[in-house]
């Protein structure tokens, strides 16, 4: 698959996407916590996977993992560009007021709130520890392919990830005690404090 990608073949690379298509625009959603940017994402991934498939490594590795460190650097420029646009937004006028579509969005209300939510809270930690926390939890990468996707040493993954844990564990009993603990579901994931509704997987779709 690396060698037919690499020399270009169209049929190679539309397989990857079938693969793992679904797990780039969920690693964007948990990332960016918003749809619209989670499947432009997922396109430029794919669109960036392309276009440098001579750079990808012939010599083996997850190719799932290299797919999920481009998409983390997309949604980490997203995110600096949504800033930057909340940015102008805010200089701008308000804008006018518009008709109640609540019964069209019913049905996505409470996915909405619960991923504000536990995006709320991963934005509480540092970048490089959320994004780790998104690779090793959500996205199942081991700490070997999780340091492959984001190029640093697999004892640096182990290292943020076991601050991630321990600063959304402290985050949970301070929400707890102030009464504003979501209480999620329970799901399989590496973090077991009640901090795990960072592994909710708040209506992921297929794009």
Known sequence: MRRRIRAGDRQAFADLYEEHARAVYNHALRLTGDWSNAEEIMSDTFLAAWTTRERLNPDGGSLRAWLLGIATNKAHNAHRSLRRRLAFLARAPA??????????????????????AVHAALHR?????????????????????????LDIPVGTVRSRLSRARDRLSRLSRLSEENGKDTEPRRVRGEVRSRAAFVALPAEEETP
């Open 95 to 116: 804008p006018p007021p518009v008709d109640d579509f609540a019964e069209e969005a019913a049905g996505r209300i409470d996915d909405a709130r619960r991923l504000a």
């Open 125 to 149: 930690l540092r970048r490089p520890e959320r994004e780790v926390l998104a690779l090793c939890v959500w996205s199942g990468l081991d700490y070997a392919q999780a340091a492959q996707a």
